[in-house]
């Protein structure tokens, strides 16, 4: 008896101390998401070259759908990652523009290089409330049937690409055969 | 020229004062919004003004949507702003935006399985410490009682000595 009451305190107090601890390297900024493992919204919009889009042209494979826009700096420092990715045909990039102007974000497509299969045009943020997006910019990993299976909120750089992402699609690959 | 000059004469200061007593009573600006949304009612008007300073901005972190400047925050306005001139109800807006932006949306979490914890922890915690000090006071207590009661044969052990002093 007279252990129990003095080691359940102590056991208590480190379980405690254990879980706040944890709690200290938990990321305030990074919200978990409301659509994983939901499909994407339905959309009818326009690629930022002015085509009509909807949920029928997404690549009906795995896809990354990339929140971006000509203002956001963080975009243009994992725009190399991006380029990378479509270059050597890694995975097919979807762009979101988020709350840009078109113009601004065609010039910016051409001075730094277009990674995206096609942008969709998001200029007053009403399919990034659908998103549950925050701010450019943030990727989210789509699987074959238009099912959001991952996100990441902020740069996706090679590292990110490396320890996150790379493991995400190998479970999607996994699953699917 | 050193402000304490500028004080040479009672009419400077008084001006000082007045300066002062003007740029002190000024109205702070509570709202940081400068969006201008019309309704049809004044109730509608009151449910957007309550709505907005009750959800939380998801990308400030912490301001309600009501003070926040940031992009997402006007866009919510404006979803609300739409959303309440369609007719829909409080609970049917904050539904929308539970889809969206889940728990972190709100200041005042929802009663779910995931949220029990958040709601009832400090109820347990306060339990735990109070059950603890009930524990000690009586042991306490029991401890402070059994002290002064002797039994027989310590009675007359005591007698005896008391006899043999006296």
Not at chain 1, 47 to 74: H, K, M, R
Request: glycine share 6%.
């Amino acid at each position: 008896m007279g252990r129990l009451t003095f080691y359940l305190p102590v056991a208590g107090f480190l379980a405690l101390a254990l879980l706040l601890w944890r709690g200290l390297f938990l990321d305030p900024k990074e919200l978990p998401s409301m659509l994983i493992d939901k499909p994407m919204p339905q959309f009818q919009l326009r690629t930022v070259d002015g085509e009509a889009v909807t949920n029928a042209n997404l690549p009906e494979q795995i896809f990354l759908l990339n929140v971006w826009g000509s203002y956001c700096l963080p975009c243009l420092v994992e725009h190399p990652t991006f380029m990378r990715l479509s270059e050597d045909g890694s995975i097919p990039v979807v762009g979101v523009n988020y709350k840009d102007q078109s113009e601004l974000a065609k010039s910016w497509l051409e001075t730094n290089g277009n990674p995206f299969a096609f942008s969709i045009e998001d200029a007053n943020g009403r399919f990034g409330i659908d998103l549950g997006v925050y701010g450019a910019p943030e990727t989210y990993l789509v699987d074959a049937e238009g099912v959001i299976r991952y996100r990441h909120v902020s740069v996706l750089d090679e590292t990110v690409w490396a320890e996150e992402f790379l493991p995400a699609i190998a479970e999607l690959q996994a699953e699917s055969r | 020229m050193s402000l304490t000059t500028s004080f040479n004469s009672p009419r400077t200061l008084a001006l000082w004062i007045l300066m002062l007593a003007a740029f002190v009573s000024a109205e702070p600006a509570v709202h940081a919004q400068v969006d201008t949304f019309e309704f049809q009612t004044v109730e509608q008007q009151q449910r957007f003004r309550q709505l907005s300073d009750e959800l939380r901005c998801p990308m400030c972190q912490n301001t309600n949507l009501t003070g926040s400047s940031g992009g997402v925050a006007e866009d919510l306005r404006r979803e609300i702003h739409r959303m309440i001139l369609e007719g829909m109800t409080n609970s049917e807006i904050e539904q929308f935006m539970f889809e969206r932006y889940g728990d972190f949306i709100f200041y005042k979490p929802r009663l779910r399985m995931e949220t029990l914890f958040l709601w009832f922890g400090p109820l347990i915690f306060l339990l735990i410490g109070g059950a603890a000090a009930i524990a000690v006071s009586r042991k306490a207590g029991r401890t402070a009682q059994k002290s002064p009661e002797l039994d027989n044969a310590q009675r007359e052990k005591l007698q005896a000595i008391l006899k043999a002093k006296g």
